[in-house]
């Protein structure tokens, strides 16, 4: 799975496959039209905001430490799931 971090404590998660999959090769892109100067902070920004979750043994998304942050997991303890 894909998890792009968003404002207010708020992740999308998106298939690895093909939606997920696509946003990495549009950001790929982006990154290498930018001059040299820029690239490495492009490329941070994206590490911040763009995440893979690799799913434990009953397909469920582990949350990276970064992500877990994001939302706030450490004092709220629970992630509420929305599916439209």
Do not use: C, Y
């Not at 971090?5 to 992740?11: D, I, L, M």
């Not at 490495?40 to 009953?58: E, G, I, K, Q, Y």
Request: proline share 8%; no cysteine.
């Amino acid at each position: 799975m894909l998890a792009i971090s968003e404002p207010g404590r708020r992740a999308e998660l998106l298939r690895w496959n093909p939606p997920g999959k696509g946003v990495i090769e549009q950001l790929k892109v982006a990154i290498e039209k930018v001059g040299t100067s820029d690239r490495d902070n492009l490329t941070v920004a994206a590490m911040d905001r763009f995440s893979r979750l690799p799913v434990d043994a009953a397909g469920r998304p582990i949350l990276p430490a970064p992500l877990a942050s994001h939302l706030d997991t450490e004092t709220e303890q629970f992630v509420r799931v929305v599916v439209k």
